[in-house]
C-alpha cells in the first residue's frame, strides 16, 4: 500500500495562489488513482481533485474548476494541485489520497485506500 504525504499549505490572500504537493511512496506509483479532497472545521470531507494513472484523466469538483489544477509526475511518485484565485470558502485541510487499480467513481473517498495526514490552507479575505 503506497503511502502519502502533503505539503505546501499555508496562509494567502483572497486572489492569491498555492502549490500543494503530495510525495507518494513505492514502485507503483503509476497504478494508483490520485486526489484531493479536502475538509473544514465542522463540515465532512469533500472531493476536490483527481487524476488517473497517467494524467489523460482529470476530474474537478464544480466549486473548483476554472481556478485548480491537478498534475502528476509518475517518475517523481507525485501529484501537485495548483491552487489560484483562491477564496475564504476555500479555507480547509487538504488530504491527498491514493487508490490502487481501477476505480469505481474518482469523487468518491471510500474508493481511496491511503491517506495522508492533510495540509492546512487558510484564505483570508
Known amino acids: 500500500q503506497v503511502q502519502v504525504a502533503e505539503s505546501g499549505g499555508g496562509l494567502v490572500q483572497a486572489g492569491g495562489s498555492l502549490r500543494l504537493s503530495c510525495a507518494a511512496s513505492g514502485r507503483t506509483f503509476s497504478r494508483y488513482v490520485m486526489a484531493w479532497f479536502r475538509q473544514a472545521p465542522g463540515t465532512e470531507r469533500e472531493f476536490v481533485a483527481a487524476?488517473?494513472?497517467?494524467?489523460?484523466?482529470?476530474s474537478f469538483a464544480d466549486s473548483v474548476k476554472g481556478r485548480f489544477t491537478i498534475s502528476r509526475d509518475n517518475a517523481k511518485n507525485t501529484v501537485v494541485l495548483q491552487m489560484n484565485n483562491l477564496k475564504p470558502e476555500d479555507t480547509a485541510v487538504y488530504l491527498c489520497?491514493?487508490?490502487?487499480?481501477?476505480?469505481?467513481?474518482?469523487?468518491?473517498?471510500?474508493?481511496?485506500?491511503?491517506w495522508g495526514q492533510g495540509t492546512q490552507v487558510t484564505v483570508s479575505s
Open positions: 487524476v488517473n494513472w497517467y494524467g489523460g484523466t482529470t
Open positions: 489520497a491514493a487508490h490502487f487499480g481501477t476505480i469505481g467513481s474518482m469523487t468518491d473517498l471510500r474508493e481511496y485506500d491511503s
